[in-house]
């Protein structure tokens, strides 16, 4: 393989402690090196006047699978808001603004520098899908977490606390799936919603399984430490995208208190609420809406075990979907465009309605203010992360024009005077008032080292410490001259550089190689437990109309490329 030497760039590496120093990163058979270790041989990558990170990895967005292919189905309009185009060099055609080609996805993370995704929701029926997706999706390592929150087998084992028999099940399930951590989505009210009802509070109980979300919350806490899984919970928690659910967040967020996380993976957090955006609403109405970003910040702030990620609006028409059903219904009787709904046998659903978050709505100006303030607000960057829940409040193309929100108190200023309802934006909101910049550190620590270490991962990505994967973003920013009000955003969109794994993926701003992308999954073996293997034996049987043959993802065609993460549960 071929050696590089990125040299004389500014380098922005929290893993390292580099802020912005000018330094040089080596790269030999596929890892970051001393520069010593570099033979004559290696060829040199000028980053003079340039910025330099590590690959950033997306901690949540929804890429790939029957939900996204549902929203490529019932949106072909989504296509007419970009060209299909052919770009220069061995990039084959892609397509689609919203709900993206498998192709453009790899191209557009790549191109900004992205070289880790994770696909935030996968059903476990259809795992195979969603394999057969990120496989086809070039360039970036992928993992994908199934959804455990509504799961049959999870209600009926923690409705008698069997945290074991949970544990056991959740090792089975990553394994049959290929999965990545333990996602959960609208605790119980997905389930609910199968009988038309929601749990909008954590301690609403389920129908029939007679468990409540607190219950579903913390036992998969206790399961997923005594695991010791890289990642910790990914919770979406009940009551998205209401007025007034700021207080169902902190309700959600103190079920983690006395919790500390275990395993050998370096994380400190027991659980990560994602989007969190959707949850920091004031008011109880429409008319009244307004942020609580500072609240749920606070609360975060003080709070060491927990990890979040924003959920940006972008101010974009987009598609949302999601695994909580009942939300979409409520969201489809807001705006009256059309809605998809699916169930997935025993185990979740999904729904899918096109969004337009306009700029002449105030509730939508007012729920771009909260996803900055909650950035802004965040005293730990090692703790907050940049996502859009993509697609559900804007796609992942957009992450560029958020770093230059969060850069630039201007920027932020401009977007405010174009709002229709600046006033009612202003006094909803306190972002107005808010003239944090965030530097190119902080960024890389939101991007890159942080979510690296949440997942568990901070032993191969996230930074540019030698012994460490070498994915490496140059982007043509000089943070001494350049405007980051003006120039961030085109800088990130089209990175000058990108390596994955020491390969050059872009080059130029242009796709230069597909990769050798790998699908990241969890091994967690735990003691032989007959009794769940009967458990699931026998619901095969009684309630699937698929047998436990055709549900595993096993072999080549789904996983080409694997990359199993060893966990042995220590107990
Ligand atoms: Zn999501």
Redesign the pocket.
Same mark, same amino acid.
């Not at 008011?283 to 990620?309: C, L, P, Q």
């Not at 009612?424 to 909101?429: A, E, G, I, L």
């Given at each position: 393989m071929t050696e590089y030497l990125v040299k004389n760039g500014f380098v922005f590496d929290p893993v390292t402690g580099l802020k912005g120093d000018k330094a040089d990163v080596a790269i030999k058979n596929g890892k970051i090196v001393e520069t010593s270790e570099l033979s004559k041989k290696h060829k040199t990558v000028d980053a003079h006047g340039k910025t330099v990170m590590a690959g950033a990895l997306e901690v %949540?967005a929804?890429v790939a699978g029957p939900k996204v292919n549902e929203g490529r189905n019932f949106r072909p309009e989504d296509k007419l808001q970009t060209p299909y185009m052919k770009g220069k060099g061995i990039q084959r055609m892609a397509g689609g603004w919203s709900i993206p080609t498998t192709y453009k996805t790899g191209y557009t993370y790549a191109k900004m520098g992205y070289t880790t995704v994770m696909e =935030? =929701?996968m059903p476990p029926l259809y795992a195979r899908h969603v394999h057969e997706e990120m496989r086809d999706t070039p360039i970036i390592d992928e993992g994908a977490f199934p959804v455990f929150g509504n799961n049959w087998f999870v209600m009926e084992y923690l409705k008698n606390h069997e945290i074991e028999n949970t544990a056991a099940y959740i090792s089975w399930l990553l394994r049959a799936t290929k999965g990545f951590a333990v996602k959960i989505v609208n605790p119980g009210g997905t389930e609910a919603w199968g009988w038309g009802l929601n749990c909008l509070q954590v301690k609403d109980p389920v129908p029939y399984f007679d468990i409540t979300p607190e219950e579903i919350i913390k036992g998969l806490i206790e399961a997923n430490e005594y695991l010791g899984l890289p990642h910790s919970i990914h919770i %979406?928690g009940n009551n998205l995208g209401n007025p007034g659910n700021y207080t169902t967040t902190l309700d959600t967020l103190k079920l983690a208190q006395g919790y500390k996380p275990k395993g050998k993976f370096g994380r400190d957090q027991v659980m990560h609420h #994602? %989007?969190i955006q959707f949850h920091s609403y004031g008011g109880d109405k429409w008319a009244n809406f307004e942020s609580k970003a500072r609240e749920v910040a606070d609360y975060v702030n003080k709070h060491k075990n927990i990890t979040i990620d924003v959920g940006f609006v972008t101010l974009d028409e987009t598609t949302t979907m #999601?695994a909580d059903g009942p939300f979409e219904h409520h969201l489809c009787e807001l705006n009256h465009l059309k809605w998809a709904n699916v169930d997935v046998e025993l185990e979740t659903a999904a729904g899918v309605v096109p969004y337009v978050y306009s700029p002449d709505i105030f509730v939508c100006g007012v729920q771009w203010a909260i996803g900055l303030e909650l950035a802004l607000l965040s005293k730990d960057p090692m703790r907050c992360y940049i996502t859009t829940?993509h697609p559900?409040a804007g796609p992942f193309s957009r992450y560029p024009r958020i770093w230059k929100w969060l850069m630039s108190a201007k920027a932020r200023e401009e977007q405010i005077k174009a709002f229709k309802n600046s006033d009612k934006v202003t006094s909803q909101s306190e972002l107005a008032g808010i003239d944090r910049e965030l530097s190119l550190y902080e960024i890389a620590a939101m991007t890159r080292a942080g979510p690296a270490k949440a997942l568990g991962l901070s032993h191969m990505y996230g930074g540019l410490k030698p012994g460490l994967d070498a994915d490496v973003a140059i982007y043509n920013f000089n943070p001494e001259k350049d405007d980051a009000g003006k120039m961030i955003e085109d800088a990130i969109t089209n990175a000058y550089y990108v390596f994955k794994t020491g390969v050059p993926v872009v080059v130029d701003g242009e796709i230069a190689s597909h990769g050798n992308k790998r699908t990241l999954w969890v091994d967690a073996k735990v003691k032989e437990n007959p009794q769940v293997i009967r458990d699931i034996h026998d619901k095969f049987i009684k309630y699937y109309t698929v047998n436990e043959g055709n549900y595993e993802v096993v072999g080549h065609h789904y996983v080409p490329n694997p990359f199993a993460i060893e966990v042995e549960a220590s107990h």
């Amino acid at each position: 393989m071929t050696e590089y030497l990125v040299k004389n760039g500014f380098v922005f590496d929290p893993v390292t402690g580099l802020k912005g120093d000018k330094a040089d990163v080596a790269i030999k058979n596929g890892k970051i090196v001393e520069t010593s270790e570099l033979s004559k041989k290696h060829k040199t990558v000028d980053a003079h006047g340039k910025t330099v990170m590590a690959g950033a990895l997306e901690v %949540h967005a929804h890429v790939a699978g029957p939900k996204v292919n549902e929203g490529r189905n019932f949106r072909p309009e989504d296509k007419l808001q970009t060209p299909y185009m052919k770009g220069k060099g061995i990039q084959r055609m892609a397509g689609g603004w919203s709900i993206p080609t498998t192709y453009k996805t790899g191209y557009t993370y790549a191109k900004m520098g992205y070289t880790t995704v994770m696909e =935030a =929701a996968m059903p476990p029926l259809y795992a195979r899908h969603v394999h057969e997706e990120m496989r086809d999706t070039p360039i970036i390592d992928e993992g994908a977490f199934p959804v455990f929150g509504n799961n049959w087998f999870v209600m009926e084992y923690l409705k008698n606390h069997e945290i074991e028999n949970t544990a056991a099940y959740i090792s089975w399930l990553l394994r049959a799936t290929k999965g990545f951590a333990v996602k959960i989505v609208n605790p119980g009210g997905t389930e609910a919603w199968g009988w038309g009802l929601n749990c909008l509070q954590v301690k609403d109980p389920v129908p029939y399984f007679d468990i409540t979300p607190e219950e579903i919350i913390k036992g998969l806490i206790e399961a997923n430490e005594y695991l010791g899984l890289p990642h910790s919970i990914h919770i %979406h928690g009940n009551n998205l995208g209401n007025p007034g659910n700021y207080t169902t967040t902190l309700d959600t967020l103190k079920l983690a208190q006395g919790y500390k996380p275990k395993g050998k993976f370096g994380r400190d957090q027991v659980m990560h609420h #994602t %989007h969190i955006q959707f949850h920091s609403y004031g008011g109880d109405k429409w008319a009244n809406f307004e942020s609580k970003a500072r609240e749920v910040a606070d609360y975060v702030n003080k709070h060491k075990n927990i990890t979040i990620d924003v959920g940006f609006v972008t101010l974009d028409e987009t598609t949302t979907m #999601t695994a909580d059903g009942p939300f979409e219904h409520h969201l489809c009787e807001l705006n009256h465009l059309k809605w998809a709904n699916v169930d997935v046998e025993l185990e979740t659903a999904a729904g899918v309605v096109p969004y337009v978050y306009s700029p002449d709505i105030f509730v939508c100006g007012v729920q771009w203010a909260i996803g900055l303030e909650l950035a802004l607000l965040s005293k730990d960057p090692m703790r907050c992360y940049i996502t859009t829940d993509h697609p559900n409040a804007g796609p992942f193309s957009r992450y560029p024009r958020i770093w230059k929100w969060l850069m630039s108190a201007k920027a932020r200023e401009e977007q405010i005077k174009a709002f229709k309802n600046s006033d009612k934006v202003t006094s909803q909101s306190e972002l107005a008032g808010i003239d944090r910049e965030l530097s190119l550190y902080e960024i890389a620590a939101m991007t890159r080292a942080g979510p690296a270490k949440a997942l568990g991962l901070s032993h191969m990505y996230g930074g540019l410490k030698p012994g460490l994967d070498a994915d490496v973003a140059i982007y043509n920013f000089n943070p001494e001259k350049d405007d980051a009000g003006k120039m961030i955003e085109d800088a990130i969109t089209n990175a000058y550089y990108v390596f994955k794994t020491g390969v050059p993926v872009v080059v130029d701003g242009e796709i230069a190689s597909h990769g050798n992308k790998r699908t990241l999954w969890v091994d967690a073996k735990v003691k032989e437990n007959p009794q769940v293997i009967r458990d699931i034996h026998d619901k095969f049987i009684k309630y699937y109309t698929v047998n436990e043959g055709n549900y595993e993802v096993v072999g080549h065609h789904y996983v080409p490329n694997p990359f199993a993460i060893e966990v042995e549960a220590s107990h």
